[in-house]
């Protein structure tokens, strides 16, 4: 039991997310999410991809309202994926097809 804990807390610490590898090749490929930190829509987005998405480039357009102007951001969030533009929340699937990057191989 006590080496179950242990290895419970240890596991739970990891800065290692399941899509680190999607997030990563996403950046890579020059996907970016804008949002804010008060959209509840950004929050749920970001929760699809966990620890992940510390990987994600995102675009706070509270902080950075011209880069979401310049992108031509009207709701959040809004991904900007090879000069297209997707609202709302995406499926991780999704996102890896538009990116060409796999979910396959991520922790």
Same mark, same amino acid.
């Given at each position: 039991?006590?080496?179950?804990?242990?290895?419970?807390?240890?596991?739970?610490?990891?800065?290692?997310?399941?899509? @680190?590898?999607?997030?990563?090749?996403?950046? $890579?490929? %020059?996907?970016?999410? #804008?949002? /804010?930190?008060?959209?509840?829509?950004?929050?749920?987005?970001?929760?699809?991809?966990?620890?992940?998405?510390?990987?994600?480039?995102?675009?706070?357009? @509270?902080?950075?309202?011209?880069?979401?102007? $310049?992108? %031509?951001?009207?709701? #959040?969030? /809004?991904?900007?994926?090879?000069?297209?533009?997707?609202?709302?929340?995406?499926?991780?699937?999704?996102?890896?097809?538009?990116?060409?990057?796999?979910?396959?191989?991520?922790?």
């Amino acid at each position: 039991l006590f080496l179950l804990i242990i290895s419970l807390v240890l596991n739970g610490c990891s800065n290692q997310g399941e899509y @680190d590898a999607l997030a990563q090749c996403m950046t $890579e490929k %020059g996907a970016a999410m #804008y949002g /804010t930190d008060w959209c509840s829509h950004c929050q749920d987005q970001k929760e699809i991809f966990g620890k992940s998405f510390q990987y994600v480039t995102y675009i706070n357009c @509270d902080k950075s309202r011209f880069a979401c102007d $310049e992108a %031509g951001v009207t709701g #959040y969030p /809004t991904w900007v994926i090879n000069g297209e533009t997707y609202n709302g929340i995406q499926q991780l699937y999704k996102l890896a097809q538009l990116t060409e990057c796999s979910i396959e191989g991520s922790v």
